[in-house]
């Protein structure tokens, strides 16, 4: 082969490898966040099927805040630390609990908001406690931290039956149709379907489990989160998270 068909191969080969590195590589102003797209009120999608929430209005003030903008990617809940690890996301953010499990899998910022798991079921149902779950049909989001929560109550050996939907809104659509008996579920979301809702649902007084949320990094990705939690402290320190937590619940309920 010529000098010259050799040099055109291989200019060739360096102007695809080039192509190929500009085209793959991922945009580093871009916070890529995974959610759960049917987790109202915290990341949900609204009658134009545009997403909203409290946890969407405080990502993207807090991407502001770094000088990035922030992409909603709606994921797989029960897979969502894969999703996290494989880098096809940057955050796991989206009404995410912290827990010793998953916290030897991911960084997670300090907590933001406060919440508990709690046992819904339908207003004329006779269930008034969490013992008399006993013998009965009990649905739940798969792979969350309401399943953790039944799982350590004694009351789950008592259970007949345990089934588990990929979003809380299929959860919460049998227990209307009756096919289940009860639903745990976060106290946040309860308590906005019961106000979307009304006369539909009733909560139990006592509560399964306490919890907080935050936000998960991938585990090594340290600079990711020192940046992240700056801006959510300066989001706290400027009232700019008081008002989006007033815009959603009425109050401020953001942990400072």
Do not use: H
């Amino acid at each position: 082969m010529k000098k010259s068909a050799i040099l055109i191969v291989v200019l060739g080969m360096m102007l695809m490898a080039l192509a190929g590195c500009s085209g793959s590589g991922k945009d580093d102003n871009k916070l890529v966040i995974g959610i759960d797209d049917k987790f109202a009120p915290m990341g949900f999608r609204d009658s134009d099927n545009e997403l909203v929430g409290f946890d969407i209005d405080y990502a993207k003030a807090a991407a502001e805040k770094m000088g990035m903008e922030a992409t909603f990617q709606p994921i797989d809940w029960s897979a969502k630390e894969s999703e996290l690890n494989s880098g096809r996301i940057d955050l796991i953010w989206n009404g995410y609990t912290i827990t010793d499990e998953r916290k030897g899998k991911v960084l997670f910022t300090k907590p933001y908001l406060k919440n508990s798991q709690v046992v819904v079921t339908l207003a004329d149902s006779p269930i008034s406690a969490i013992s008399e779950l006993a013998g009965k049909v009990v649905g739940l989001q798969s792979l969350s931290s309401a399943a953790d929560a039944l799982d350590s109550n004694p009351i789950k050996s008592e259970v007949k039956e345990v089934s588990a939907f990929p979003d809380n809104v299929l959860a919460l659509s049998d227990l209307k149709t009756k096919r289940l008996d009860a639903v745990v579920i976060d106290e946040v979301v309860a308590r906005y379907y019961m106000s979307k809702e009304e006369g539909i649902f009733k909560l139990l007084d006592e509560s399964l489990a306490p919890e907080e949320y935050g936000i998960g990094v991938k585990k090594g990705n340290d600079e990711l989160l020192d940046k992240l939690q700056k801006a959510l402290d300066e989001l706290s320190q400027d009232g700019t998270a008081a008002q989006i937590s007033e815009k959603w619940f009425g109050e401020d309920k953001v942990l400072n």
